[in-house]
């Protein structure tokens, strides 16, 4: 009974212990937060408004006032430079290596950010310099990836092979990117005509990325121009087995390839085949196009209205309309010609490719999204979603 009397006569004590520390806490709290300037706050307050200039001049008053701190610094440059005020970012950034204060460890934390002042003032060429000094040391991986936008953005596509390499990990191997980079090669010696030179980089495309539908159709490309079609559109039909999402690029090819031979028949057949199969806004209009030349208007309307009646499309039903308006009265045409306008307006403001990762949308189609610079991103066909 003495014990349980000596903790009842204890609790109290504890509990007053517990509000006078969390007094003494709170008022220290306070104490600092008088001792921050109001300009700090605001520029807080201006960056979650996505007000920047509002923010920059804030955040350089704080510095003024109380003594510019490393962190405060950084956050200032990366300001400028969103702003695009890349003089005052490089004049904050080289002032800070100046010091002698900057500790050791932060001095590749700021070359980095300069070099990133650089590149968006375009000054590459300073940028590049700052960054193959920075591979040895702390910032190594930070700077191989400025060296790989660099790089991309020169189309200096050996070197962007390499470094690409360099920042392979279980988390990202770079095959895609790799594969891509060879393919740019090959397209370059191919509109030169260096036939060797583009089958090897293809070679080395397909070994970065078994399933790199682009070396195919460069490969395609390569056998046709040198007069071999059988080994073209083997390499061609091969993309079916790759991604069959990007057959409608090799769809066009293989017709050429049939018609050189003279069997625009099988052309279409084929084309039809892959329609049926895999029914794709391309395949369609191109169906519809070389049955139309071959086989005339009245069949190319069949195959479109199988086409739009198995998958409803803006395009197919532009091509029906279109394909029947000869046979209407007068009044007829007119009221087809207004659906006919209609239709073809929002067909072509709905059926572009999108980008899967920035959701960028394009009627022509990329391998390297011009928004985000993600490769192989795009839809591999146009969609009117």
Not at 115 to 138: H, P, T, W, Y
Not at 171 to 187: G, P
Not at 301 to 306: D, F
């Amino acid at each position: 009974m003495e014990l349980d009397l000596w903790w009842l006569l204890l609790f109290p004590a504890f509990f007053g212990l517990g509000w006078f520390a969390a007094r003494v806490d709170m008022r220290t709290v306070l104490k600092q937060a008088k001792s921050v300037p109001i300009s700090y706050f605001r520029g807080l307050d201006a960056l979650v408004d996505d007000k920047t200039d509002v923010a920059a001049q804030a955040l350089a008053e704080v510095a003024r006032q109380q003594g510019a701190a490393l962190e405060l610094q950084h956050v200032l440059g990366k300001l400028y430079r969103k702003r695009g005020e890349n003089d005052r970012a490089i004049r904050l950034h080289q002032q800070m290596l100046d010091s002698s204060d900057l500790p050791g460890e932060q001095r590749d934390l700021v070359r980095n950010e300069l070099a990133q002042d650089f590149r968006k003032a375009g000054l590459v060429d300073r940028a590049e310099e700052i960054l193959l000094k920075l591979l040895s040391g702390n910032m190594a991986l930070a700077a191989r990836r400025q060296l790989l936008d660099i790089y991309q953005q020169d189309r200096d596509w050996v070197k962007a092979i390499e470094t690409a390499r360099e920042l392979r990990s279980d988390a990202h191997s770079f095959q895609h990117e790799v594969a891509q980079f060879y393919c740019e090669l090959a397209q370059g010696e191919l509109y030169k005509s260096n036939y060797s030179q583009a089958r090897q980089y293809v070679a080395e495309a397909i070994a970065a990325n078994r399933k790199c539908v682009r070396a195919s159709l460069i490969l395609g490309d390569i056998e046709f121009a040198e007069g071999d079609v059988e080994a073209a559109m083997a390499a061609w039909q091969g993309i079916e087995k790759q991604n069959f999402e990007y057959l409608s690029m090799a769809a066009e090819r293989l017709f050429d390839a049939y018609e050189k031979q003279g069997k625009p028949s099988e052309g279409i057949a084929l084309l039809r085949g892959y329609q049926r199969t895999f029914p794709q806004l391309e395949l369609t209009d191109l169906l519809y196009q070389k049955i139309a030349t071959y086989d005339g208007e009245a069949r190319a309307l069949e195959g479109v209205r199988e086409a739009v009646h198995a998958r409803p499309s803006l395009s197919g039903v532009y091509r029906m309309i279109e394909a029947q308006m000869d046979e209407l009265s007068p009044e007829g045409r007119m009221d087809a010609e207004v659906a006919r306008a209609l239709i073809l307006k929002h067909s072509q403001r709905l059926s572009v490719h999108r980008c899967k990762c920035c959701n960028f949308r394009s009627r022509a189609f990329f391998w390297h999204c011009p928004a985000c610079g993600e490769w192989e991103s795009f839809t591999a066909n146009r969609s009117e979603a």
